[in-house]
């Protein structure tokens, strides 16, 4: 398969220059391929669950996601998506200015929806079902409102995790979501403000500047909202209007954190929800875990807990996060689409009531608020889809 040749081929270009005198098997290898044994046995459920299905999801309509990399992601569909993306960038923001003056394009409606909801759907019961269909959104929106045909992409970071540069969708190329920042030497770290107060020190990496090619510079895009979660921070709470360019910092520390062996322990070895979110925010007890250093491993813009949908990266980097969620639902469903965890505040400060499946959902000037039960399922609800 695409997905293992990939990075059987990386690892083996990796072992090839530390030449060991006795070839270990590789771990993240092995890892890689179990992950792609549970990907099929999550794929085999949900076509078996709509298989025979008149109305609704069936397997007649049901969309299939892919990774940046694949091939059937061809070229087509990438320009496509792009160009799709500076669409949504074009379109007249539908968010008052009294709300958030930063907000120009319909692209920044979602950034100023995530910035507000952030204290509530990240570290909480809320976080896997409101990315789940803030991602769906924005599909919505590239389709409706720009005409994108294709399926929607994910990035799976555990193809690159020795070093994120070598990652199709940051190649740089035009069919890429923009390379790299520029490298700025001697610059310091960042501090982030977690909500409730925590703070973070991330160091510098290989970039640190605007990026430098690809559809994503600063002649082609404009960031205008945040900063919220580091210094100097943006006007108004970072909903103000702050132009600046695109600022990415790729790092190979943080990458390594999204390895195929991470993924694995997520999906392999958590047996509820706990652990499930523990695994995406936590790395040997400390802050971490494959979602947070999906995000820090992109660095600057995509380190912005609340502003982070700023970079175009973001959506398909949840969209991965999302897949290893359903992968994992997909190994017991009946038991595991049915599973809540946690309060609806982040960290529980402030503390709120626990998550039911009839919790309510905010996605701001969106769409209406949706119920916890109604995002559990990929296939039995609004929603529609199967990763590759
Ligand atoms: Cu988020």
């Known amino acids: 398969m695409h997905f293992s040749s990939r990075l059987t081929g990386l690892l083996a270009l990796a072992s090839a220059v530390v030449a060991a005198p006795v070839r270990q098997p590789d771990p993240e290898v092995a890892a890689a391929t179990r992950v792609m044994d549970l990907k099929t ?26 990774e940046w990399y694949a091939s059937t992601l061809d070229d087509e569909d990438k320009a496509g998506y792009i160009a799709a993306v500076h669409c949504l960038n074009s379109l007249p923001a539908k968010t008052p200015l009294e709300r958030a003056a930063g907000a120009r394009t319909r692209y920044d409606d979602f950034v100023v929806a995530h910035i507000e909801q952030t204290p509530l759907v990240h570290a909480s019961g809320l ?40 990652a199709s969708v940051f190649d740089g190329s035009d069919l890429s979501l923009g ?67 695109l600022t990415r910092d790729l790092s190979p520390e943080f990458s390594n954190q999204t390895r195929p062996s991470r993924v694995l322990k997520l999906i392999d070895e958590c047996q509820d929800l706990a652990c499930v979110n523990a695994q995406m925010d936590m790395a040997d007890g400390v802050p971490g875990g494959i979602h947070a250093a999906g995000h820090w491993q992109v660095g600057l813009e995509a380190l912005d807990i609340y502003a982070s949908p700023a970079d175009p990266v973001f959506y398909l980097h949840h969209a991965q996060i999302d897949r290893v969620w359903t992968i994992w639902q997909g190994q017991k469903p009946a038991e595991r689409n049915m599973q809540v965890w946690g309060t609806g505040t982040a960290l529980n400060e402030p503390p709120s009531p626990n998550v039911t499946l009839d919790s309510m959902i905010e996605f701001g000037i969106l769409a209406p608020p949706k119920s916890v039960r109604e995002l559990i399922s990929t296939v039995d609800g609004e929603l529609c889809y199967l990763y590759e």
């Open 179 to 245: 390379g790299n920042g520029a490298y700025v030497p001697d610059r310091p770290a960042t501090t982030i403000t977690l909500p409730g107060g925590f703070k973070l020190t991330i160091p510098p990496a290989t970039g640190g500047g605007c990026v430098a090619s690809g559809p994503f510079t600063p002649d082609k895009f404009e960031v205008r909202l945040g900063p919220v979660a580091y210094a100097p921070t943006g006007p108004d709470g970072g909903l103000g209007y702050n132009p600046r360019c």
């Open 41 to 66: 046995t999550y794929q085999k459920q949900i076509l078996s669950g709509i298989a025979g299905r008149q109305m609704g999801c069936s397997a007649k309509n049901i969309r299939i996601r892919n």
């Open 127 to 166: 976080f896997l079902p409101f990315h789940r269909y803030f991602v769906h959104l924005y599909e919505q929106d590239l389709r409706t409102q720009c005409a994108y045909t294709g399926p929607l992409p994910y990035w799976d970071w555990s193809l690159s995790y020795q070093d994120p540069r070598s």
